[in-house]
């Protein structure tokens, strides 16, 4: 069935770069050969996992060289190098905790603590490498890489591993408890703060307060975390001037008249300034209308050629997906990532232990929550952070990472599905 | 623990379903008003990817607008480039992508866009857009007459003016040139070297289409309405007759006629031809003060003064003609608001364009009929079908065709024996009357020419206006006058 699926997906790969150029049907080999590669793995480790999920990631990540090749052809090879890097990973995942991947629940405290050094590992001097003013890049030669995207990973690791150990006590609310787990996560949100990653800090928190409920069933935990959420945020609206600007761009991203602008120093309309990208990757969208302008025919340059928005192929590829596929695409691929959330939590459901079930239901929460910060960013419907779209958005540590999550949901299907046989 | 997965399912997948939509609210309910906000800069290139029409002269052959495709992140843009350069560049225009739109470029952007309503085009867009072709726009053929342009360009050389040919029939514009002239294919990137043009004024200002934008004092051409009044009203006949002192006594003090080195002239007792013929102030003082401002202003209405006049180029590159107070129309309230006697002969506050006094002469060469002006002769499709053509449309009468016949005979003798001799042609009766209005600077006059040919079955009504010049109208305007008749007679531009 996979197979059926991912031949499709392929197909319309093909059919998708014919249209662009009809010289990059090697595209369409190469990423069904990947794609037949990452099947007969998962058929040989974990062959009673989901069916469902690994098509649907291919989907995502094809629509997103798709549009990445559109945008720019050299940055879609890398990008397909960092899949067959991500392939890897995914396959030696599997291959090492294909056996009993509940091991790793006893090194707990292990994961949690490697996953705050990822992330403050940008912010050592030497190597951390700051763009658009986030510290979040670790350069070693001419080698990029994101360390913050697997942090994630082994951060809901580390919490499911805790919050199945300790859920009971906390559930009938010893504080005591929650110690080393506020430990852990307030260090992960100071480095968050630290490098000026607002939207990771978000997607943390938000992954957080649903594992606690999960495990515990309080909902007095989640209403405290949103209050002390509040709290912080007009703290941080008060005294970081990043985070001010980015409420103030989605409450108002037009103004009629000038006013200041801190990049230039000198007074201009806010939509020609600090709500620029914001604004320009709206046009984009409207752009597209209900049927989009077709693949390859969407307007990303202006008259000499020069870029419209800013980071169209990372963090605003949605922007350049929802004009070229239109309302209909752009709907189609978010109700598959609907699809693949359902799918997620299904496994979470048929799991069987505490650690499998808040694994699955940490990971499937944290792919969609993600996608909503960034996809709701770019819509206004929530101020603007910079962070990737699953699977979709050009980068490499990103893709890495959301391989590795796959193998995770992966893992806990076929372990529930083989119990159950 | 799964009744928590459940909800929290639940709640994932409100989430998401608030993207979808958040998307459609911009795609659908929000998507309009996004299109047309000035900084959408994707509707600023939509616009370079339609095929825009181009513009001819009247013989169908001289390019005077065209586009150069150019690949840009693998789509094609078209630009406009303007192969005939300063040859009629002020009602061309220009459309570039830094600094808008001007001329018919602008007024004409829906035919040349293709997004005028007629219905052929209408449907002819929707289907390239279906099948995703390059839109082209409509085709404008002008009336203008490019040798006659180019003509006109080259008597106007070094000077500051402008010059208007009509043909009285059907209000067609055969020549329009201002100048000095500027190539339009400057404006998108070498917009500075137009600031280093230079002509007889300064500012030069190469841009400002003086033709219909420009305001000049007529002087003494507009000596034609006053006689036209005086005649329609029926207070004077053709054979009237005046006295000529040398002077008219205004406001107790005295307005000399024009003079020279001897003094003012004194023509003693003349009648009205000879008055206009030798264009004299002082019984057109006493015609003023005999009329009131009143009745001149009602007769210049007639005219199609006070009033912006009809063109096809955009309204804010026209001016109407009149009175002025500082930058604006001055409609006196009452008839001691105006000197009568000054504004008879052509001063007082009255400021004219070239294209309303060549509508003065165009009008009294049709038997006092004024003609709507129009230079869009042909609006042509792509596939050569003509979507509209320009009809000659009648803009009112002003003077009766018997006014318009006396009028005519004064004007002729103005060329034939008085100060428009130097618009005489062999063989040809040229009617004219000339112009020299003092500007405030000693010896600098704003000097101007309106005639039409043949004075018995005219063809061509022109306007020549001329700024800092050392001579009268009958020394500088009325001998380009003649270059241009004389050009026009022989080309035989037919209606």
Avoid at chain 1, 17 to 26: A, E, H, Y
Avoid at chain 1, 238 to 265: K, M, N
Avoid at chain 2, 112 to 134: C, F, M, Q, W
Wanted: hydrophobic fraction near 45%; charge should be positive; glycine fraction near 10%.
């Amino acid at each position: 069935m996979a197979l059926v699926t991912g031949t499709g997906f392929a197909s319309v790969y093909i059919a998708g770069q014919d249209v662009i150029s009809t010289g990059s049907l090697s595209y369409g080999i190469f990423f069904l050969s990947v794609f037949l590669a990452a099947h007969l793995v998962v058929r040989l480790t974990v062959p009673q996992a989901d069916p469902y999920l690994l098509p649907m990631a291919g989907l995502f990540v094809a629509i997103g060289v798709i549009e990445i090749y559109r945008l720019d052809p050299d940055d879609a090879l890398r990008q397909s190098l960092w899949i067959v890097i991500a392939v890897g990973l995914f396959t030696a995942t599997l291959v090492l905790l294909r056996r009993d991947y509940r091991r790793i629940e006893r090194y707990k405290y292990l994961v949690g603590l490697a996953a705050i050094g990822l992330l403050a590992l940008p912010a050592l001097p030497g190597i951390g490498t700051t763009i658009n003013g986030a510290r979040l890049w670790v350069r070693v030669g001419s080698f990029q890489f994101q360390p913050g995207e697997l942090a994630k990973i082994l951060l809901i690791v580390f919490l499911a591993a805790y919050l199945r150990d300790k859920r009971e006590v906390l559930a009938q609310g010893r504080l005591k408890d929650l110690g080393p787990l506020l430990l852990i996560w307030g260090a992960a949100m100071l480095v968050l703060v630290e490098t000026r990653d607002i939207g990771s800090a978000l997607l943390y928190f938000g992954i957080f307060l649903a594992m606690v409920y999960v495990a515990t069933a309080r909902i007095v935990y989640v209403g405290a975390g949103l209050v002390l959420f509040a709290a912080g945020a007009a703290a941080a609206y008060r005294l970081l001037s990043h985070v001010e600007s980015r409420v103030t761009i989605w409450r108002e991203p037009w103004t009629d008249g000038a006013v200041y602008c801190a990049q230039t120093g000198k007074l201009l309309p806010r939509q020609d300034c600090a709500s620029y990208q914001l604004v320009k990757s709206l046009y984009s969208i409207a752009n597209g209308q209900f049927a989009g302008t077709g693949l390859g025919k969407g307007t990303f340059a202006g008259t000499t050629g020069e870029p419209l928005i800013p980071d169209l192929n990372t963090d605003f590829i949605y922007s350049a997906l929802a004009q070229e596929l239109g309302l209909v695409g752009a709907s189609a691929l978010l109700l598959v990532f609907m699809l693949f959330t359902l799918r997620g939590f299904r496994i979470a459901l048929l799991a069987e232990d505490g650690f499998s079930k808040l694994l699955a239901a940490g990971l499937t929460f944290g792919f969609a929550l993600q996608t909503f910060i960034i996809v709701g960013g770019i819509l206004r419907l929530i101020p603007l952070t910079g962070i990737t779209f699953p699977f979709v958005s050009y980068g490499g540590s990103a893709v890495v990472a959301n391989f590795v999550l796959l193998a995770g949901l992966l893992l806990v299907s076929d372990r529930a599905n083989t119990r159950r046989l | 623990m799964n009744r928590q997965i459940t909800r929290l399912a639940v709640s994932a997948l409100v989430l998401l379903v608030a993207l979808i939509g958040a998307t459609t609210y911009w795609q659908t309910w929000a998507a309009g008003g996004l299109a047309d906000r000035q900084d959408n800069a994707i509707k600023v290139v939509a616009q370079f990817t339609i095929r825009r029409g181009q513009i001819y002269a009247a013989d169908g052959r001289t390019v005077l607008a065209t586009n150069r495709a150019r690949r840009v992140q693998g789509r094609t843009l078209y630009f406009r480039r303007y192969p005939a350069g300063n040859l009629a560049p002020h009602i061309v225009g220009y459309s570039t992508q830094v600094r808008s739109r001007a001329g018919l470029e602008r007024s004409q952007n829906d035919y040349l866009i293709a997004s005028n309503k007629n219905l052929r085009t209408v449907l002819e867009t929707t289907l390239d857009r279906l099948r995703g072709v390059t839109i082209k726009g409509n085709t404008l053929v002008l009336s203008l007459d490019a040798k006659i342009q180019a003509l006109a360009n080259r008597l106007l050389a070094g000077q500051c003016g402008a010059l208007v040919a009509l043909e009285p029939a059907t209000g067609r514009v055969l020549a329009m040139a201002s100048a000095p002239t500027y190539d339009p294919n400057l404006i998108e990137k070498r917009f500075g070297e137009l600031s280093r043009i230079e002509a007889n004024c300064r500012p030069a200002a190469p841009l400002v289409n003086r033709a219909t934008d420009g305001l000049y004092v007529p002087g003494s051409t507009f000596k034609v309405l006053t006689a036209a009044a005086a005649l329609e009203s029926g207070r004077f006949r053709l054979d009237s007759t005046f006295d000529d002192p040398g002077y008219c006594i205004e406001y107790g003090k005295r307005v000399t006629n024009y003079a020279d080195q001897s003094g003012p002239e004194v023509f003693g007792r003349v009648d009205f031809t000879a008055a206009l013929q030798h264009s004299i102030n002082a019984v057109f003082c006493e015609i003023g003060k005999a009329l009131g401002p009143l009745v001149l202003i009602e007769y210049a209405k007639r005219f199609g003064f006070y009033s912006v006049p009809p063109l096809e180029t955009p309204v804010n590159e026209r001016a109407p003609s009149g009175l002025y107070q500082g930058s604006r129309l001055f409609r006196p309230k009452n008839r001691f608001q105006v000197d009568p006697g000054r504004f008879a002969f052509g001063q007082e506050r009255l400021l004219v364009t070239p294209l309303q006094m060549a509508m003065l002469a165009a009008a009294v060469a049709n038997g006092g009929l004024v003609m709507k002006p129009h230079v869009v002769e042909r609006v042509v499709s792509p596939d050569r079908r003509t979507v509209a053509r320009a009809k000659p449309e009648e803009l009112g009468r002003a003077v009766s065709a018997e006014t318009a016949a006396a009028l005519t005979s004064m004007m002729e003798a103005v060329v034939s024996a008085g100060t428009g001799t130097a618009a005489q042609l062999p063989g040809v009766r040229v009617a004219g009357k000339t112009g020299t209005a003092e500007t405030g600077v000693p010896g600098l006059n704003q000097t101007s020419f309106i005639a039409f040919a043949p004075a018995d079955r005219p063809r061509v009504a022109i306007a020549v206006m001329l700024e800092n010049q050392e001579g009268t109208g009958g020394r500088t305007a009325a001998p380009i006058a003649r270059e241009l008749l004389q050009a026009l007679l022989a080309g035989g531009s037919n209606s």
